[in-house]
């Protein structure tokens, strides 16, 4: 079953703690993204990586880490410098050349209580 | 910088009435226009792209490059076009960032 896969669906977490979000393609996908959705302001985009071991910042990187050391994953870190974490978290991958389609995960909803 | 700007949130139509969705955009190369759709509990999914031309589900999209615009639009709206709609940009060659519009939603009224 080929597709990008997030998980969990669902996250609770305490504020002050960091917490890992995980997103894994079997697409054989090069680019990377991980955008963060609220009520109102769209897909804003976090971090995105083109290859294995090189990943770039989007509009919205302050309190967010990512690693990309294989080419199928790519994991999002909330840290606890984030000031407001609680959203929904998107995923997505495409080849990254010219025009290509990007795929999305069903995404992750991120709760710190 | 790359932006996407949707000016309306909310838009809503009878059925079998023509809908306009409205996306303008800012870059400074030549850009690569999308309209993502995500219906009801189901993924953000591709509808159309610019360079494609084509028309999905009867909706078509041109690119004004002097307005820097891309509306999508659909002759007669049917109830299974309600949904959240985003006009999203990247660049081409070596910038793949993928930005995103805030969205509308389209509700089409029976």
């Known amino acids: 079953d080929g597709g990008i896969t997030q998980s969990p669906k669902y996250l609770f977490r305490k504020e002050g703690q960091n917490v890992t979000l995980s997103c894994e393609q079997n697409?054989?996908?090069?680019?990377m993204y991980w955008y963060r959705q609220d009520p109102g302001q769209g897909l804003r985009l976090i971090y995105y990586?083109?290859?294995?071991?090189?990943?770039q910042k989007g509009d919205i990187a302050e309190g967010y880490s990512v690693s990309r050391e294989k080419k199928e994953s790519f994991p999002l870190t909330v840290t606890s410098a984030q000031k407001n974490p609680t959203a929904f978290y998107l995923c997505?991958?495409?080849?990254?050349?010219?025009?290509?389609?990007?795929?999305f995960g069903q995404g992750t909803r991120l709760t710190v209580v | 910088a790359q932006r996407v700007t949707q000016p309306e949130k909310l838009l809503s139509v009878f059925k079998g009435a023509p809908v306009e969705l409205k996306c303008n955009y800012s870059?400074?190369?030549?850009?690569?226009l999308f309209w993502y759709v995500q219906y009801s509990r189901q993924r953000l999914q591709l509808l159309l792209r610019?360079?494609s031309r084509e028309s999905i589900k009867g909706f078509t999209a041109d690119l004004n490059k002097g307005e820097t615009s891309f509306h999508l639009k659909k002759p007669f709206a049917q109830e299974e076009d309600s949904a959240m709609y985003y006009c999203?940009?990247?660049?081409?060659?070596?910038?793949?960032?993928?930005?995103f519009g805030k969205g509308t939603l389209l509700t089409v009224n029976p």
């Open positions: 997505a991958s495409s080849t990254g050349t010219a025009n290509t389609e990007a795929f």
């Open positions: 697409l054989n996908h090069d680019a």
């Open positions: 610019h360079i």
């Open positions: 990586s083109q290859i294995v071991n090189d990943f």
């Open positions: 999203a940009l990247s660049g081409r060659g070596s910038n793949y960032k993928l930005t």
């Open positions: 870059y400074s190369g030549s850009p690569e």
